[in-house]
């Protein structure tokens, strides 16, 4: 049972404008939402997070927007940059600090 | 300010035989998490160390143990490895067991062959 779901396995995007990436979830327990960027041959860097009580966070050109209602979650990058282009996961906080990821979305930035 | 580092990024087995993977925290982190990140999949969660003691476990059998020392650092071990058990193998580390600090920062991993 996969408890949080990246529906888009890519997006292919044009240099300057607006990134969309989405993950729902099905657990009500979370109480900490993560996005992480990814480079082949790299771990994952932490991009942006976002608490269960907010619905907006924001860090230059990184927003993340979370609907605890619809249990979703949603990463916007603007303006999108061809360095942007990795795999994005999602990630959530269930108590203890143990993170559940989605399986990830390849975000192409093209120039 | 080091980041997590992690040790081999390399490594080749075959089924059968044993594996231990070293992971060093971030300065200043306390708390070392482990997870499994199979090709084309997110990361899983495997268990995770704080005071030396494993607090938290996945859904991983017996076979993946590990160990945390006094300066943080920690280990992972995988006994009699399966072809299924190729991955690449993540450690993040964070401060506090209980989420006083909610970010986990990652290393590079290690990544594992098992022929």
Redesign the interface.
Known sequence: DQQVKQNSPSLSVQEGRISILNCDYTNSMFDYFLWYKKYPAEGPTFLISISSIKDKNEDGRFTVFLNKSAKHLSLHIVPSQPGDSAVYFCAAREYGNKLVFGAGTILRVKS | DAG?T?SPTHLIKTRGQQVTLRCSPKSGHD?V?W?QQAL??????IF?YYEEEE??R?NFPDRFSGHQFPNYSSELNVNALLLGDSALY?C?S?L????TQ????????TRLLVL
Do not use: C, H, K, N
Request: glycine content about 24%; charged content about 15%; hydrophobic content about 15%.
């Open positions: 997590v992690q708390t998490s997870y084309g999949q997110g990361p899983q969660f995770q607090r938290q996945g993540l993040a964070s506090g067991d209980r989420g909610e970010t986990q920062y990652f290393g590079p991993g």
